[in-house]
């Protein structure tokens, strides 16, 4: 059973404030709606917004808070405390950069968390009921299922369960996920954390165990660790972040390892209870028996789409346990009806949310023809060092039979990274075999996020590495790390053929 939540703050209520709808719009809902969207994540929001900006008649249904996880519980909030426990990390090592501090490092945990909730609700506004409203939007608060092929039911609890018919030309569903649990024997049975929770702290725990070492789980990890928290962070699979290049993600192991968390992995045979108030975690790691108490307990296991509810079947609408079915256009097996964000997507990302919605304004009002699986969509673990990636890994490229050439660089090859002491980590790019064209990237160091935006780029419009190379990077910085792969791929292209003509020339000519 999830944890429960702790005492709601003033911060709290400016944020219900701004982004919890209440009540219909002002004016009565019109005969059809050109657009309606079901939910008001980072996708329902963008596809609101855009739509209701083109001069379309917009209804947007939100039954809980505007703004989805990006806002509420996971990347505005998660970003707030790593940033506390860089600031932390960063003071602790001050000595390595011959900086004095005198008295050890204390976090004041509940000061971190007060921060947090005022920095998420001084980004709500963008977010907030009135804005859309502003923008013309009908924001309905309630839940919204399908009555009909073309039309959708709003029940808003807080009235009485008054309910409002919604026709429409044109739907989008963007109910997003949910942390998904996975069947461990006794989870259901003590008071664990996810990611929906997880940020309703205000003690730190002194003892966390985190289940799921992917990007929620290493990134927690991490910073409950500066914090102070003993954490231990398990894992099935063999390391970390199993989906990512196998030598960036050891970098990650190794960082995480050196803040102090402890790593279970291969972990099999889990279960779990209560303890004397606390919870007992048991696997078997590596052929290891292992039993440990822990005050907390944060399940990190991915998410799972949100289906319940919406009567989908009532619309022809396609759906299982993954989601919501849509073709390479979004649209669902109901042509009138688009998906984007988590519903629909494996690339669980806010930046991924926003580009599928307005691929669906596009397609559904203009009759555009944008395909959803033509986009190159970064992702990024915002660990210290982080790992960015685009495009394919060296494994992405042998499943599916593209012959690559990799070139690599090291950090601790580029000045800028030497002088900051953050030497770990490399730029890694793959080319298509014998070509002059980015498939992948992966990039483990320092705002590694920041940097993988140049070669997303390169990648979206047929920029190659000897362009790259062509381009004047500042000195120093670690982008400059780009720029010299780009020399490693035109140093192959002196071959030795063409090492003997140009000798030749010189001599004929110099």
């Known amino acids: 059973m999830p944890a ?29 709606y050109q657009l309606v969207v079901i939910g008001g994540g980072t996708a329902g929001l963008v596809a609101a917004a855009g739509a209701a900006g083109l001069g379309a008649r917009v209804a947007l249904i939100e039954r809980h808070l505007m703004g989805g996880d990006c806002l509420n519980t996971g990347c ?31 976090v004041d945990f509940s000061a971190v968390m007060e921060r947090m ?3 998420r609700a001084s980004i709500a506004p963008h977010d907030s009921v009135a ?42 569903i963007c109910t997003g996920g949910r942390p998904a649990v996975p069947p461990i024997p006794g989870l259901k049975d003590v008071a664990f954390l996810t990611s929906d929770t ?62 102090g968390v402890r790593l279970l992995c291969c972990g099999q045979n889990m279960a779990v209870r209560s303890d004397s108030g606390k919870i007992r975690l048991t696997l078997e790691s590596h052929g290891t ?17 949100v289906t319940e509810g919406l009567d989908l079947e009532t619309a022809g609408i396609a759906y299982d346990e993954t989601g919501v079915t849509v073709d ?29 919605a307005r691929i669906v304004l596009r397609n559904a009002l203009f009759r555009g023809r944008m395909r959803a699986d033509a986009l190159r969509i970064p992702r990024v673990v915002y660990t210290e060092p982080e790992l960015a990636q685009v495009g394919h890994t060296h494994q992405d490229a042998a499943d599916a039979g593209i012959s690559i050439d990799t070139y690599t ?44 935006s140049e070669i997303t780029l390169a990648m979206n419009h047929g920029i190659g590495l000897r362009r790259i190379a062509d381009t004047i990077h500042p000195y120093p910085t670690r982008a400059e790390a780009i720029r010299r792969i780009g020399d490693l791929y035109n140093r192959t292209r002196l071959t030795p053929r063409v090492r003997s003509l140009m000798k030749r020339w010189l001599a004929w000519t110099v």
């Open 4 to 32: 429960s939540a702790h005492a709601v703050d003033d911060h709290d209520r400016r944020l219900e404030e701004l982004v919890r709808p209440t009540g219909p719009p002002s004016a009565s809902p019109p005969d059809r």
């Open 76 to 106: 505005v909030p998660s970003k707030a405390l790593l940033s506390a426990a860089r600031a932390a990390a960063s003071v602790s090592r001050a000595a390595s950069y011959g900086v004095r501090i005198g008295e050890a490092v204390h």
């Open 117 to 119: 909730r005022r920095l």
């Open 131 to 172: 804005r859309f409203r502003e923008l013309g939007v009908d924001v309905f608060a309630g839940t919204g299922r399908f009555a009909g092929r073309d039309r959708i039911v709003v029940t808003d609890p807080e009235s009485g369960g008054k309910e409002y018919v919604l026709s429409f030309a044109r739907a989008v």
């Open 198 to 259: 997880v940020f309703s702290l205000t003690d730190l725990p002194p003892r966390l165990g985190i289940i799921g070492a992917g990007p929620i789980g290493c990134e927690l990890a991490q910073c409950f660790a500066r914090f102070g928290s003993q954490v231990i962070l398990v894992e099935s699979s063999h390391g970390v972040l199993p989906r990512e290049d196998p030598d960036a993600a050891d970098v990650v192991r190794k960082a995480l390892i050196g803040d």
């Open 289 to 305: 028996s292992c039993d440990e108490q822990v005050d907390a307990l944060l399940v990190a296991t991915g998410r799972a789409p």
């Open 328 to 356: 390479e256009r979004l649209r669902t097996t109901n042509p009138s009806v688009y998906a984007a964000g988590d519903i629909c997507s494996s690339q669980r990302f806010t930046h991924a949310a926003d580009f599928q």
């Open 409 to 452: 660089l090291e950090f601790a090859d580029v000045d800028r990274s030497v002088l900051d002491g953050q030497d770990e980590g490399f730029v890694r790019i793959h080319t298509a075999r014998g070509r002059d064209r980015i498939v992948g990237a992966t990039i483990v160091g320092t705002a590694a996020g920041d940097l993988l």
